[in-house]
């Protein structure tokens, strides 16, 4: 079985953001994304996610350095001054 290396992005941002984020995201290249609902405490505060306006989300995108680094640097620049905006990558190993 082939194995790809590739990164994995980890988004954890406003639930607020979500379709804007998508838009983002596959303008930017990606083939797909997964979405979930997070919560949590950290530097932004407490995310209860009881209500949508004060809810996050995380999101996860699978591509190469190429397109890991374009959407890092656009999410960035776009809304990581107004909005909580973490995001992390992982190298992962896709079995194909």
Do not use: C
């Not at 004060?54 to 190429?66: F, H, K, L, T």
């Not at 680094?69 to 620049?77: D, K, N, P």
């Amino acid at each position: 079985m082939p194995v790809q290396s590739m990164l994995l992005l980890t988004i954890l941002t406003e639930a607020v953001l979500e379709d804007t984020m998508i838009d983002e995201l596959m303008a930017l290249g990606a083939k797909g994304y997964t979405i979930s609902e997070a919560r949590g405490s950290g530097t932004h505060g407490v995310r209860s996610g009881k209500w949508t306006v004060s809810g996050n989300i995380r999101i996860e995108v699978v591509g190469d350095a190429a397109l890991i680094g374009r959407i890092v640097e656009r999410l960035q620049a776009q809304y990581d001054r107004d909005y909580g905006l973490l995001m992390f990558t992982t190298q992962v190993e896709l079995q194909n």
